[in-house]
Nanobody
């Protein structure tokens, strides 16, 4: 199993910055992609950004140009640098790790407990 622990959320003013961190433990050898998702009450969880083990990243349109995802393979940690935050970025941010196993490449993933990001106007 894989366990994920997030940190770095909090309250920030409009236009400010935050950096989220997520460290994986357990069976980390299998992890291929790590990413960040966010959710607000009443809405579905949505992708913010994700990154492969090879460093290929993709972003939601809302994150492009403002957020940067990075990954330290040796530390099993993924980061999300968020700049120029606005009130629409207020959400609970969840870390995700995904992997496949076996010749059938069975997909599995794990989620962190979530960290609250609140942007004040």
């Amino acid at each position: 199993q894989v366990q994920l622990v997030e940190s770095g959320g909090g309250l920030v003013q409009y236009g400010g910055s935050l950096r989220l961190s997520c460290t994986a433990s357990g069976r980390t050898d299998f992890i291929s992609t790590m990413g960040w998702y966010r959710q607000v009450p009443g809405k579905q969880r949505e992708l913010v950004a994700r990154i492969t083990g090879g460093g290929i990243a993709n972003y939601a349109d809302s994150a492009k140009g403002r957020f940067t995802i990075s990954r330290d393979i040796a530390r099993n940690t993924v980061y999300l640098q968020m700049n120029n935050l606005n009130t629409e970025d207020t959400a609970v941010y969840y870390c995700n790790a995904a992997w496949t196993t076996g010749v059938q490449r069975i997909y599995s993933d794990a989620w962190g407990q979530g960290t609250q990001v609140t942007v004040s106007s």
